[in-house]
């Protein structure tokens, strides 16, 4: 036993097998039936669209962790999952080179100027997605019919065209990932299984939705089916880095969302909304933990 | 039967399967024992002997000094050749009686008990405080102060915790299987010495056999044996309580003024043996394990016993190992030194080969708020991280950083490999500082 080179360290001595990286390639998995889908409806583009913006995420990183003299540490995939995010949040017929500015402004505006990974308060996929929104208002909102290249059409969130399984397997006219509720829903359930997914987000979120569309006498499948909720609700309100990290907060965080993608969408003169609810609601999120921070164990308890 | 389960905690591999089967073997005394005079939480005993004189097996060598501490016994008959600091698990040095065995085991008169449920509750009292018994779970906290709560609390429930969720160990479950008489026994005269009128004794439901064991002897005598969920930290005093008794200990608190007393199963052990025999406490069942160990085994050692020794007992190393940890892998304490003697609150012995040891470079935290879920105090350990990072210690304390019962769960969990646990430690720490600062 003379002469053993024992390692110290305080305790624990054990740890779990998860790390940040397989977090982050878990969401690229759980994306992939999405981008399927999207293939399948949207053909080329959605190779061409999801591919350049990943890429351009992943460049933009990695430039501006050179840039900053910090490790290069794309292989962690956060920058991987915002472009496909943002990929996937953008209309099929968009030039590519509108892809990568989009990218580009993700990774560098929202997220490598507060810091890089964990320190951005907004959605890094959202944030590059707005700005192209503000820059580039029509090419934004140009949406074409799944299996054609063919003209123009609004969504069905707007034109009101579509039958509620059109709705669910996707076949309507929208953004690239956000058509399939049946993708979507799968992809979610990766999340959820793999313990990525707070189950309260997303519920908060829809339910909120579902509830003020009934009150308001709107279609529920619609307003479920035929914008980029499901998506959004799923895959981007969920993003750990920007959502709250309490449970109480994270159902605050889902009904604040909810509420603001009614106001919006019923009352405003946007179609969709789902891009500012989510930032404005990031923008709360450090209050959010704030007020609801969980009562300690042993907290307000009397005496026998 | 119902599970019994509480909020937060984590699942860890138990790697139980080394030893769970394994039964107590007796581990020969070595041929000189170091007996700290500081082995339980408290003030240390003061030595009652000197270089040179004689010790009998049993003797009283080390005297509770103050109102929480424990008396100490020699675990052998023989020499004292020195009273002087030496190494102890914690990494410093205390005061030692170093003995050498004469190999007779020559034992000082002890006055037991044969039907020990006779005796009153002072009495249980008095020879629970001679035989210098402390907590077996691990913290050592001397049981004599445990039994003296303060009086305007009425103890209504004994809990007996058999839930042993640190992973690797099985000396609980061992004691609970072989000697379930002696743990009833300890459990009745323990509930007695507080009056406690309720039994509970809580076991985590990986353990089957013991629960079966522990049933059929229960029955007859109004102790109710329940299931605990199988996670870590099952067995901490407060995550049991609610656990079991849905009731918290209140923050700052201790479980008597919620009118309940936990007891570690072995502990219930050692009080029974103390009661009936007279026997102080100078031997413990403890569990050596883990991939860096070649024969995983459950000891009865002797206190003072050298690490080294209980290691070449379990047939010695499997290659190079990374880590000796004393206790289990989520709570226990690194040693560098293996003469350090195991002592009262060991219960185990835990090598980990240089695979199992894995060290992490921390990456930024990504808010996946995994170490707020499993919290089971409820803390948000990332806040006061960060709170102590930036030496925001009315910040961290704000946030509960003095609630920390320092389980490592959020450190276990955390994807980032951030050293949670350490910088809580260190907001505790300076809590304490600035508040000494104050009131002197």
Known sequence: MEGTRLVLSPSPHVRDEDTTQKIMLTVAAALVPVWAAATYFFGFDSIRLVVASALAAMGSEALFLALRRKPITISDGSALVTGMLLGLSLPPSLPTWMAVFGAFVAIVVGKQVFGGLGYNPFNPALVGRAVLVASFATQMTTWTAPFTDA????????????????????????????????????????????????????????????????????????????GSLLF???????????????PVGRWVFGIGCGLILVVI??????????????????????????WTRPRIYGRGVKDA | MKIRNFRGGVHPEYNKHFTSDKPIKVLPAPKQVVIPLTQHTGAAAEPTVAKGDAVLLGQEIGKASHAVSASVHSSVSGTVVAVEPRPAINGRSVLSVVIDNDGRDAAESMSGHHDPIQ???????????????????????????????????????????????????????????????????GAKLLAKAVGADKIVIAVEANKPE???????????????????????????????????????????????????????VQTAWATAVACRTGKPLIERVLTVSGDGIKEPSNFLVRVGTPFKDVIEAAG???????????????????????????VKGVSGILVLSNKMVKQYEPLPCIKCARCVDVCPVYLMPVRIELYAMNGMWDHAEDYGAMDCIECGCCTYICPS????????????????????????
């Not at chain 1, 339910?207 to 035929?226: A, C, E, K, P, W």
């Not at chain 1, 969920?238 to 309490?246: L, Y």
């Not at chain 2, 000796?324 to 690194?334: N, R, S, T, Y």
């Open chain 2, 119 to 185: 005796l009153s509750a002072e009495e249980i009292k008095s020879r629970v405080e001679a035989a210098g018994i402390v907590g077996l779970g691990g913290a050592a906290f001397p049981t004599s102060v445990k039994l003296n709560p303060p009086e305007d609390y009425k103890i209504e429930y004994l809990l007996l915790n058999g839930s042993e969720c640190e992973p690797y160990l099985t000396a609980d479950q061992r004691i609970m299987e072989e000697h379930t008489e002696d743990v009833i026994l």
């Open chain 1, 265 to 290: 969408r019923f009352w405003g003169s946007l179609p969709e909304g789902l891009t500012y609810s989510i930032l404005l609601m990031n923008a709360l999120t450090p209050l959010i933990n704030r």
């Open chain 2, 316 to 342: 010695g190393f499997v290659g190079e190992p990374g880590k000796v940890i004393a206790g289990g892998p989520m709570m226990g304490l690194a040693q560098f030194d293996l003469d350090v003697p195991v």
């Open chain 1, 232 to 246: 959004g609700a799923v895959f981007m309100a969920t993003d750990m880095v920007t959502s709250p990290i309490t």
């Open chain 2, 210 to 264: 013991a629960i079966k064991k522990l049933q059929a002897l229960a029955g007859s005598h109004q102790i109710e044996v329940v299931a605990l969920a199988i996670k870590y930290p099952a067995g901490g005093e407060k995550q049991l309580i609610k656990a079991v008794l849905g009731r918290e200990v209140p923050s700052h608190g201790l479980p008597s003024q919620i009118g309940v007393l936990v007891q570690n």
């Open chain 2, 417 to 440: 490999k951030r050293e949670l646990l350490d910088w809580i430690r260190v907001a505790k720490t300076e809590i304490v500082e600035a508040q000494r600062r104050q009131t002197s």
């Open chain 1, 151 to 226: 003209v123009t059409q609004a969504t069905p969130l707007v034109s009101g065209t579509a039958g509620y399984s059109e709705l669910f397997f996707g076949t309507v006219p929208g953004s690239l990932g956000e058509t399939s509720a049946l993708a979507i829903l799968l992809g979610g359930i990766i999340l959820f299984y793999r313990g990525v997914l707070d189950y309260r987000i997303p519920v908060g979120f829809i339910g909120t939705v579902v509830v003020f569309s009934l009150l308001f006498g709107q279609d529920v499948v619609y307003q479920l089916l035929g």
